[in-house]
Structure formats: C-alpha cells, structure tokens
C-alpha cells in the first residue's frame, strides 16, 4: 500500500445514497460482521487471550468533528498569510516544500491530526519503528528530476555515476533476501507463482510480462509515453486511454490470458496498489502498475525498491523538517469561502479548543474529495454531487505484530514482502529488515488487509463496526495458514483502520471527466492537490501533485480555470 | 482360537520381539559411541553387557511358574517402554548426570534382562504345542532371522530416515502392539487382563507422544553433532555455545560450527593477526571486531607497543565466559583480564556506524557468512563503515573462509573490499581441523611489505611462511564476483552453493 490520505472518517455515509438499498446492503454486512464477531469472538480467549493491543487508529473523532461539526466554538480571531495549505499528507508537504523553495515565507499548513503525513505515518515500539501504511518508493525514472533532486537532497542519492544515473543511499535500498510467496506448503522466491506451475502457465505469465514490456516503451502520437509517472504526463492516445473504459479482467479475457495463477498475481497486485479487485480496476491502471515503471540507477536495477523500518513515514518526514516552522498539527479545517481578494477558512483546534479563521490570499486543499466536499459547500463552483460520487476509496486494515519468534516454515526464509497465495490479505512486511543488526528473535510484522469483495462504503461500515477481537482473529487465523503455530508465539497486536485508505482506479475515473473537473482551481484562489486527482494513490503522483498546485498557485499568470 | 492361528501368532511374536531386542542393543551402541567416542570399545562393552545381562534373564526365567502368558505379556509391556524410551532418557541424561557410563550400562542391563526373559518364557508357553525339537527349530529360527532384518535395517534405513530417537520409540510400540495382541486374543487365558490392558494402553500413548515429538527432543540433544565429550553446552540469547572436549584437544562450536580446536587454533590465530600487525612497528591502537574467544587478543598482546586494544563482541555470554572460566581463559592466555584490552558486547555494524575513533589494525573475525543477517557483515555499506574507522596507514584484517573449498566467496570478500577503496592483500594458511582457510587485508594506501620482525615464539608465522601464504595456487586463483552488497547479498547465496558441496 502505497500513496496519502489524511482524512479517513466516513464522509456522512448516509446522505445522496439509494437509501433503501444501501441500507439492506449494509444490514446484511453488518449482521454477517455481528454474528461473526459474536461466534468468532467467544473463542478468542483461548487461543490468543495472551495477545495484547488495541485499535489505535485513526482517530474517528477527529473526522467526525468535520462531519458533524458538532460542539465547534465560532471563530474568535483573524489571522492573515499569504498561502495556506489544508492537510499534511505527502501532497501538501510537498506544496510546502515547493513554496519554500521559491523563496515564499508567508504560508501555513494545518493538518487536523497530531502529526503530519497523512497514510505515511508510523508507529515505534522498543524493537523497531514500524509503517501504519505506505511502506516504500520503487527507484524513479532518472528524468524525473523534480523527484530526484529531493532524494538527493535528503541524502538517499549519494551521486551520480559518470553516466549521470543516480547512486542510492544502499542502507535505503531493499536488502536481499526481497520477496517470497507461500504457495502448495511452502515459501517460494519472488511473487510470481512459479512453484508446480504448468508450462503452459509459465508460458502464459511470459507472454503477460512480454506485452507489459512492450506498453513500458511504448509511445502514443502525441510523443509521450503511454504509461508515466507522474500520471500526467502519459499520451492522450486514445489507442492507450481507451484501455481505462474497461476492465482490467475484460482486457486479459480478450487477451486470452487464462491462468489461475496469473489472474491471482494480477489481483494481488491490483488489491496491493489501489485496494481494488481485477474487475474493479480500470485495465489502463491495471498495466501502469507494471508499464509504468522507468527507474534506473547506478547501484540498483528497474524495480528495485526503497524502504524504511517506518516505511515512507520517513520521506514524510523529510519532508516536513524542511518546513517544520510552517506547520500547524491539531488543526482542523471545517470551512471554506471565497470573498473577491482572499479566501477565508475556519480552523478549529482540537488541543485548546478554539476557532478561527486564516484569511489567505490563496488557499491549496490537499484533502481527499469527500473532505473538500464539505469544506467548500458554501463556494461557488461547477462540481456537482455526482462529479464527487465518482471518487471511491479503499478501505484498509492495517495490523502491526510483534512476535518473539518465527515458527519455522519449509522454503526461502523470512524476507522483506511476504506474501500468501489466495490470502485475502497482500501479506505482511518484516518492519526489521533494514535494521543492520544481528537478528534478534523479536521482529514486528506489518501485515495488510484491503477489505475488497463488497462495496467500499459498506466495508468501511463493516469495518468500523468489527471489534478488537475480531481482527485478532482475522489475522491470526490468517497467518496460522502459512505459519502453523504462530499463535503462541505473538506478543501484540496493534490495529489501524484507514476508512478512505486510497483512491480506486475504478474503469472510466482516470481519463474521466470528473477527476478532471474536481482538480480545476476555483478563481485562482482554491487550488487542489491529491492522490485522488491522479487516480492512483502512490507517493510519487501525491509528489506531484503537490509540486504542481503550489507552482499553480504562485504563478504569475492569471488562471481562468482552464488551466 | 484354532491351534494354528495360536501358533503363528506367537511365532511371529518371536520375529518382533528378536527383532526389537537386537535394535535396542543397537540403539545403545550408537548412542555410546555418538556420546562418548571411541566405536569399537563402545560397541564392544555394550554388546557384552546386553548379552550377559540375557543370560541373567534367561536364568530368571526359572522363577516363573504360574500366568505365563500374563507375565509374557507383562514383559513385553516393560521392554516396550524401557527401550522404547532408552536413546531420549540417555541423551537427556547425558548432559544431567556425572556418571553416565553408569547410567547407560544399567539401562542397557535392564533392557537385557528383560528380553533375556522373553524367548525362555515364549518356549515355555509353547512347549507343550509342539514337539519339543520342532519348538526350539522354530523360535530359534524366528530369532535369528528378526536379528538379520535388525541388523540390517538399522543402518540402511532407520538410522538415515526415522533417525535414533525415533527409532526407538517405533520399536518401543511395536513391542507393546505384541502385547497388545497377544493380550486381546488370549484374554480368556489372562489373569490381570484389566491392568495389563491399562499397562499397555498409557505405554502406547506415552510412545506415540515421544515418536510424534522426537524432532522437539532432538533438538534438545544435538549432542550427536560432536564426536567428543560435551563439557559445556548453553544457549545464549544470540546462539548455541558447545565445547567439547577430548584428551588431545578443546573444540568450540557455535549454532553447530567449529570455531577453533585447541590443537591447531594458533595456526588460525598467528595467520590472523600478525601478517598485518608486524607490519605495523608504530600501532597503538587495535580494533576487535568478532573475536569473543580472546584468541586473536592474545596474539595482539604480544605486541609491546600496542596500548588499546577494543573488541566489540555481540554476546556477553560468550566473553565473560572467556573471561572467568580458568580452563577457557588459560586458552587466550586470560587475555580479557589484561589492563590494555577493553571489551564491549554490541552489535558489530550498529557500533561501528556510530564511532567514529580511528585505529591503527583492526581484525574483523565474524563467522561465515551462512545467513542474510550475518551476511551483512560483509557487505560493502559494512567495509566502508570500517574504512572510516581505520587510520590512513592502518591495516583492516578478515577471516575470508575457506578459498579452497569456497573461492567464489573468499574472492568476493576481496572485491568488495577493493570496491570501498581499500588495497588488498589475500593470503591463505592450512589449519588442520578447518582446512585450507583465507584471509584478506585491506589497507588505504601504502604498499604492503613483508614484515621484518615479528614477535619470539610464533609457531607458524614468519618471513618465509607468510611468502607461501600471498601465493596462491591454480586450484585457489582468483575468480571474477560480484561485489557483495546490503541489496544482493551475493556472498551469501556463493556460500551457500560452495559449501553444500561439501555438507
């Protein structure tokens, strides 16, 4: 999982829905989540009574606030800035990063929780630091340069070889051993199934990297590739914008790719990078989750990856040292409006509990859409309700484990991505694996679960509604499939729940008409910022997208809103 | 029941009942021989003891009169359960008990006894079923052919496939299906059929429970590793420490690999320490980094002009041990105690990433790189740490493995050191108990030359040694390898295929 998101409450869930129908739908989840947890829960106490934790995230109240507004004094106070930038996810504090960089110094970023970087955060116990979300960045396209030259500032790029292409920092850099896929009883290397495969499998999965070689080069009228990064900047070809009107499944139904084992890799992959399922996955996101991918390096090879035990709550925080004066954490949004010279927005905050409003200039909202909804319901603009309905996001449940011991399994040993073949979870990732240390018994898991199989919205229900002891559950029993006896051996288990984890690439909302209506900025004074105006949710377009707005907002040139 | 049936039924309890008898004797002779050394004396001992303490059961024999088939079955039930347990009592004995010759030679007494009673009494409960030369023409011919498949099958299948605890507890079950047959077909004929059933039903559960754990109590006792005596076996937080012991020698081993052996460790040691340090007449200031034996500090300290000697040591076990036990510490010379010498237990990369001190020599003497995480260790990001902490004229020394039997590896370690910038100079000594062994020194910038001098009393090193050991040979000529780093770990997966070979 990869990518931002600050806000993860639902968004009133209820309202400009099929209220009759989705009440039904969500009754039938509900009951199914309650019985369960009441036939599953009693057991609890036997097995893995001796495992300690809580669900520790996120934090529900705060976002309620946003939705209710409830018990929010009136504004007391004015404070005046040039830029203010709404939520502190990867997004806006590369808007920051960017303004600081043109030498701008009055701005502010207000980020409702405790802490910024959105779905980069962390957690730290006495063993490791740990991801409560996106947990690395694959090796970038040497040409990307706005990317590169933050890297190398932050010192993950020592230099550049003779060639020019860059030198990772190799403590950031994926140790070996790297991934390994539990597959027929046992741990096999890489995540492609390869164990007990049939040739005609085997030959199938050559042909699917083979085309997926040729989309990585391949180049549309206008010039450009057809599958980029930042998202932007791929062809408008409609040879390639056409695949996003269908589904991945119904492109590899055409191309005839049958394969159990392809189609669960590929299913996997989709459920690892956006939450969603190969049906519910538009075919153009489907390949630029493998055509995409340009990287390339001195000391390390396209694909290769880097990681941190906190996962890229340590670019985060690179990011927010830069401009750590500028921000504002506990500070929540809960309105917007635009006058003819500024734009005033309420900020309520949750530590001392008062009000008030910064007058900016302009204002840049690096929040979700279903956040944004709410914050500009008194400003004027073309969105609709249907532009934001189009936006859908993934549920996601997030567990960290400490155990004291791994049991030992037939195949590879532990790795950094371990995955388990027809898990409905993307498996786990060892937290310890960049330490340098001697192992110690004692490692921290953080294991993935996107709550795919109904509609987000009455997963995010079921979710909330499902108790400690029912994830407990749901992930012991899980990696006791894999690791028989693993049980006994874990100490705690922490929970996190992301209600709007990241966007979904569902077909049609990439290259569709919404996304492009809900990024235009509104009298070139509200501009917007996030992954969920990529349609992909990964650190690099949140980068971007970041970058971009900020650079929008200061232009000189007056915007008329085609931009 | 029809004669016939009878017959064959206690006909082929004497087939299991030999064949159990002869795999118990077996089992004990292998155990000795794994546990004390010495086969010959071991097998033969246990062979004679097993035999006459048959005799002693046979001669017992006569002291049953009534309920022959009760006390048969009664037998079989104790066979059963002393043999079937005997190989894991011996082995967890073994590190409990003093005297454990003792121990071994009155289980395998009892068991003897025991299976002397056996045949004595089978005879007599068939004694008037048959002709009395038929009799003895049958259960004789049954024994022997039993001892046959046992002898046979020991060997060639039981000891490679169910392995010795196993082994034993499959034959302690067959034992008590005899009895449980017998039992179960002659219940009209028993006396205590309710207590025997009893006896023989926890028996059966009690074996099936040790045959289902025995990998569990295996690695309790990894005892049968060693072909010496053990005299210390702990488990620290970090590995398994063994030393064994026999009259020639002390070998210890960690996680099961043969760190030095008395015998021969000053080969190891002298090729570790003075090729580079006799080349360094103004070093000060010494790093250890591994090591926690003391041996290479003792070497060291044989250097009137050092005055600092650091090693850093992960496991505190490990040192203090080398520290305080008299026999251990005779070894380094009490090393650990001297005034110069200052020992730190933390991580080796952890500690180095974060001093910054420079040092004249530094020794870097971790165990082969078999796993990713101590792989590591060897990794380029790892020697650049260390070119930190080397002065601009020191010398960095490390155990290379063995390029003999693994050039690919001993060349890599060369390779990446050389890809941090260091100059190198491989070398090579014969160790006896390890083999063919490498080293690689790397130094900043000056040329390497012979030392002149090196301390009195080396029983290896010298001028003319060491222009044999930068020789190297065709069969250890340097190979073309990648350089081994935090993200591809080459040197291990090199390690693991050179080696298998030879394991």
């Not at chain 2, 016939?4 to 039924?9: I, M």
């Not at chain 2, 004595?120 to 409960?125: A, D, G, N, S, V």
Request: charged share 20%; net charge neutral.
């Amino acid at each position: 999982m990869s990518g931002q998101n600050t806000y993860n409450q639902s968004a009133n869930l209820l309202s400009r829905l099929n209220r009759k129908a989705f009440l039904l739908r969500a009754g039938i989840g509900l009951t199914a989540a309650i019985a369960g947890g009441y036939l599953f829960n009693r057991k609890r106490s036997a097995k893995t009574a001796h495992i300690k934790g809580s669900i520790i995230g996120a934090n529900a109240k705060i976002g309620h606030l946003l939705r209710d507004k409830l018990s929010i004094p009136e504004p007391s106070t004015t404070e005046e800035i040039e830029y203010l930038i709404i939520g502190g996810g990867i997004s806006g504090l590369a808007a920051a990063r960017e303004l600081k960089r043109q030498g701008i110094s009055s701005f502010k970023l207000i980020e409702l929780d405790n802490h910024t970087g959105g779905n980069s955060s962390k957690g730290k116990n006495e063993i490791s630091a740990y991801p409560w979300g996106a947990h690395y960045l694959p090796i970038p396209d040497p040409s990307d340069s706005s990317i590169i030259s933050f890297l190398t500032e932050i010192g993950c790029i020592t230099g550049f070889s003779p060639e020019g292409l860059p030198i990772y920092n190799e403590y950031h850099l994926c140790f070996d051993p790297e991934e390994r896929l539990y597959i027929r009883g046992q741990w096999q290397e890489g995540l492609i199934p390869n164990l007990g495969l049939s040739l005609e499998e085997r030959t199938e999965i050559e042909r699917f990297f083979k085309l997926m070689e040729y989309y990585k080069t391949a180049k549309g009228i206008d010039g450009k590739y057809a599958f980029a990064i930042p998202l932007k900047d791929s062809s408008s070809d409609p040879t390639f914008i056409n695949l996003d009107k269908i589904s991945f499944i119904t492109f590899l139904e055409k191309e005839k790719f049958r394969s159990k084992h392809l189609l669960w890799y590929l299913n996997y992959a989709c459920k690892d990078d956006f939450g969603s399922t190969l049906n519910e996955t538009s075919a153009w996101a489907g390949i630029h989750y493998f055509a995409s991918r340009k990287g390339k390096a001195a000391n390390a090879k396209n694909g290769d990856l880097l990681t941190w035990p906190e996962g890229n709550a340590w670019l985060a925080e690179q990011l927010r040292s830069q401009v750590a004066d500028h921000i504002s954490v506990n500070s929540v949004a809960f309105n917007v409006s635009v006058n003819n010279d500024s734009v005033l927005t309420s900020v309520y905050n949750t530590v001392d509990h008062k009000s008030k409003i910064i007058k900016a200039r302009k204002v840049l909202l690096a929040t979700p859409q279903f956040v944004n909804q709410r914050l500009l319901h008194e400003v004027n603009s073309d969105r609709s309700t249907s532009v934001y309905e189009q936006f859908s996001y993934a549920p996601w449940m997030i567990a960290n484990i400490t155990i004291h011991q791994l049991p030992v399994s037939k195949g590879i040993g532990l790795c950094w991505d371990n995955v388990m073949f027809e898990s409905d979870s993307v498996g786990y990732v060892n937290a310890c694996h960049q330490h340098v240390n001697q192992n110690e018994n004692k490692k921290i898991l953080t294991y993935y679960l996107p709550l795919t199989g109904k509609e987000p919205k009455i997963q995010r229900l079921v979710a909330f509604t499902r108790s400690y002891n029912d994830w407990v559950d749901i992930v012991c029993k899980d990696l006791e499939n894999s690791h028989p006896g693993i049980t006994e051996f874990i100490e705690t288990v922490d929970i996190w729940i992301w209600g709007h984890g990241m966007v979904r690439p569902n077909p049609g909302f990439i290259w569709g008409e919404a996304k492009r209506m809900a990024s235009q900025p509104i009298n070139d004074k509200v501009f917007f910022a996030h992954t969920d105006l990529s349609g992909i949710s990964i650190f690099e377009e949140a980068f971007h997208q970041g970058i971009a707005a900020a650079k929008s907002m200061t232009s000189t040139e007056t915007h008329n809103g085609n931009s | 029941m029809r004669p016939n049936r009878f017959h064959l039924l206690l006909l082929f309890s004497v087939f299991v009942v030999a064949t159990c008898g002869l795999i118990y004797e077996l089992v004990a002779g292998t155990l000795a021989s794994y546990l004390l050394g010495d086969s010959v004396t071991q097998f033969s001992t246990i062979i004679g003891v097993y035999l006459f303490s048959m005799g002693i059961g046979s001669w017992f024999s006569k002291y049953f009169d009534k309920n022959l088939l009760s006390w048969f079955i009664q037998i079989e039930i104790l066979v059963g359960l002393i043999g079937g347990t005997s190989s894991t009592l011996l082995f967890f004995l073994f590190e409990q008990t003093e005297s454990f010759r003792l121990v071994l030679y009155m289980m395998v007494m009892l068991t003897g006894i025991f299976v002397g009673l056996e045949i004595p009494l089978l005879m007599r409960i068939l004694e008037n079923r048959f002709e009395f030369k038929e009799l003895v023409s049958k259960v004789f011919t049954f024994d022997y052919i039993g001892a046959l498949l046992a002898s046979v099958i020991f060997p060639l299948l039981l000891i490679p496939h169910l392995g010795i605890i196993r082994t034993s507890y499959f034959f302690g079950l067959l034992n008590i299906g005899v009895a449980l047959v017998v039992l179960i077909q002659f219940s009209k004929e028993i006396n205590w059929f309710k207590r025997l059933q009893f006896q023989a039903f926890v028996s059966l559960l009690l074996l099936l429970a040790g045959f289902v754990y025995a990998d569990r109590i295996m690695s309790f006792t990894e005892s049968m590793a060693y072909p010496d005596k053990i005299i210390y076996a702990k488990t620290t937080h970090y590995q398994r420490i063994i030393i064994t012991k026999n009259q020639r020698e002390l070998r210890l081993f960690l996680n099961g690999n043969l760190q030095f052996s008395s015998a021969d460790e000053y080969r190891y040691h002298e090729a570790l320490v003075h090729p580079g340090l006799a080349a360094l007449p103004y070093a000060k200031n010494v790093l250890v980094l591994g090591g926690g034996d003391g041996l290479a500090v003792r070497e060291i300290l044989k250097y009137p002009n050092i005055n600092r000697i650091t090693l850093v040591d992960l496991d505190k076990e490990m040192t203090s041990m080398f520290t305080q036990n008299s026999m251990l510490a005779n070894l380094n010379k009490h090393s650990f105690s001297n005034p110069k010498v200052k020992v730190i237990n933390a991580d080796a990369f952890t500690w180095a990433k974060s001093h910054t001190a420079q040092f004249d020599f530094i020794v870097v003497d971790f165990p082969d790189p078999s796993n990713f995480s101590i792989g590591k260790l060897y990794s380029n990001r790892f020697y650049q740490e260390i070119e930190k902490l080397l002065s601009p004229e020191g010398i960095v020394v490390i155990q290379s493995t063995s390029p003999y039997v693994a050039p690919k590896s001993f060349w890599c370690i060369d390779k990446t050191l050389q890809s941090v910038g260091f100059n190198t100079v491989p070398y090579h000594v014969y160790v006896p108990s390890f083999g063919e062994w490498g080293y690689v020194m790397g130094m900043k910038k000056h040329d390497y030359q012979l030392p002149a001098n090196f301390p009195a009393g080396l029983k290896y090193v010298n001028r003319e040694s060491l222009k044999q050991m930068i020789y190297f040979p065709a069969d250890m000529a340097k190979v073309p390898t990648e350089v081994n780093k935090l993200n591809n770990q080459v040197l291990v997966h090199y390690f693991e295929d050179e080696w298998a070979k030879y394991l």
